[in-house]
């Protein structure tokens, strides 16, 4: 079975990707050469360490095998391996997109189950 990959983004930067074609990443991704992504089991850390307080945020997934050889698994600063996507990624590869809900200030999004069922 194919695996999904996710990427959190601002609403508003994916609906500009979704209109060029691609997303070229966020201000971190630009920084760090490459752009951020999460397996399931990562995103609920990713929320909370890069996105605790941040409104009208997206969820899209993504197969694995789709985004090419320029995705590579590396390790972080933590040693857990991520997904990197060392290109732009292509909105037509787009599996689905969610809204994250709302979340009370500070608190992070809940992403559960229902957010991976089509």
């Given amino acids: ?3 999904t990959i996710y990427k959190i983004a ?6 500009e990707a979704i209109a060029k074609g691609h997303f070229s990443g966020s201000a971190d991704d630009v920084r760090d ?3 951020h992504l999460s397996t399931k089991q990562q995103l609920r850390g990713t929320l909370e360490k890069h996105f605790r307080g941040e409104t009208d945020l997206v969820l899209i997934a993504f197969e694995q095998e789709k ?3 320029e995705l590579r698994w590396e390790a972080s600063h933590g040693g857990d391996i991520f997904p990197h996507l060392y290109g ?3 909105a037509s590869q787009m599996l689905w997109q969610r809204t ?3 979340a009370a200030a500070g608190d ?4 559960d189950e ?3 069922t089509c």
């Fill in 1 to 3: 079975m194919p695996q």
């Fill in 10 to 15: 601002k609403a508003a930067d994916w609906r």
């Fill in 33 to 35: 050469g490459f752009i």
């Fill in 67 to 69: 985004l090419g050889p």
């Fill in 88 to 90: 732009n990624l292509p």
């Fill in 100 to 102: 994250l809900p709302l």
């Fill in 108 to 111: 992070i999004p809940l992403v």
């Fill in 114 to 116: 229902q957010w991976f």
